[in-house]
């Protein structure tokens, strides 16, 4: 399988530095799963026979990860579109409107926006932040390209976004775990 192997984390931001918190690893990979996400709502879905996969690297210092994508055995199938927007990335969350699953702003002490779900809860706040007015407008027009790649390739996310606006005091049951 030929592949395109993707950064972790969109390129300006800080990151897990495995080897330096035993949380790393785990944070790692939240950020993988959380920027596999930004790129599915600024670029849309893979197209047919293409995957982003999280990949695991196992370094002497522990595991982090990265993104990988996966390209269709077809090479008639290839996009080089998609691939060279993937391959270039984000520079910062902000682009797919998304807040980082680990919040690095305080150096000595970083902590998840979540302990489990961290990766879910950025998906979450990006579905609930570019959402359209009642009357179906959007605020601006890369909202809507956001909302509708977040809900399209992540519909069990974005029904838990819904939910939450519905009742807004019932957080615990409107969060996928």
Known sequence: ???????????EEPCAQIGIRAEASDWSRQEAI????????????????Y???????HHDFGTYYTLALNLPANPAD??????????TGLGHWHEAVM????????HEHPKPRHPTRAANESI????????????????IPIFETIHN??????????SAARLRLEDPKDQHAATLH
């Not at 399988?1 to 390129?11: E, V």
């Not at 995957?51 to 690297?57: K, L």
């Not at 290839?78 to 391959?87: C, D, L, P, Q, S």
């Open 124 to 139: 979450i706040g990006a579905v609930l932040s570019t959402r359209p007015y009642p009357d179906g407008r959007f605020a």
């Open 78 to 87: 290839r996009n080089e579109g998609y691939e060279t927007a993937i391959e």
């Open 1 to 11: 399988m030929r592949r395109i192997d993707i950064s972790g984390t969109p390129a």
């Open 149 to 158: 790649n977040l809900t399209k390739a992540y519909p069990d996310l974005a």
């Open 51 to 57: 995957t982003i996969d999280v990949r695991a690297n």
């Open 99 to 106: 807040s980082p699953p680990i919040d690095y702003r305080d």
């Open 34 to 49: 959380a920027y596999r996400a930004a790129l599915i709502a600024i670029n849309g879905p893979p197209p047919h026979g």
